[in-house]
C-alpha cells in the first residue's frame, strides 16, 4: 500500500502509463480515505497495488527511508522510457546497465515521488 495525494492523477498514472488495471475502488466516509487497488489481472492470482487516498490530505508525504521502489519487468525499456517521457513522466534514472551486473534498468517516478524501477525482461 502507498499513500497518494490526487487518487485520480494516481491512478491515471498507474493505468495509462503502466498498463495496469483499475480493478477496484472503495471510498470509507466513516475515515475519510479511499483505496483503490490496480494490478495486471485479478486479485486472486496476481499481486497488485494499493494506493491509499486520505481525503484531508493536501500536501506530499514524506515517503521516508524504509521503503526502496516498486519494480516492473517491461520487454524494451528504452521504447518503455521514450513513450513516458513523451508524457511528461520523471525518468531520475535513465535505462542502462546495472552498475555492478547486465540487467538494463531504469527508474521513473509517479505523481507522488514514488520510485518504480523498469526492468527489461
Known sequence: MIRVVDLDKSID???RHLGMKLLRK????????????????????????????????????DLGT??????????DIYATCAELEKEGVNIP???GPMQHG???IAFIEDPDGYKIE????
Open 93 to 95: 534514472r535513465k535505462p
Open 118 to 121: 523498469l526492468i527489461e525482461r
Open 26 to 61: 472503495k471510498d470509507f466516509p466513516s475515515g475519510e480515505f479511499t483505496l483503490a487497488f490496480l494490478g495486471y489481472g485479478d486479485e486472486e492470482n496476481h499481486t497488485v497495488i494499493e494506493l491509499t487516498h486520505n481525503w484531508g490530505q493536501k500536501e506530499s508525504y
Open 66 to 75: 524504509g521503503f526502496g521502489h516498486l519494480a516492473l519487468g517491461v520487454p
Open 13 to 15: 498514472f498507474y493505468t
Open 102 to 104: 547486465s540487467t538494463v
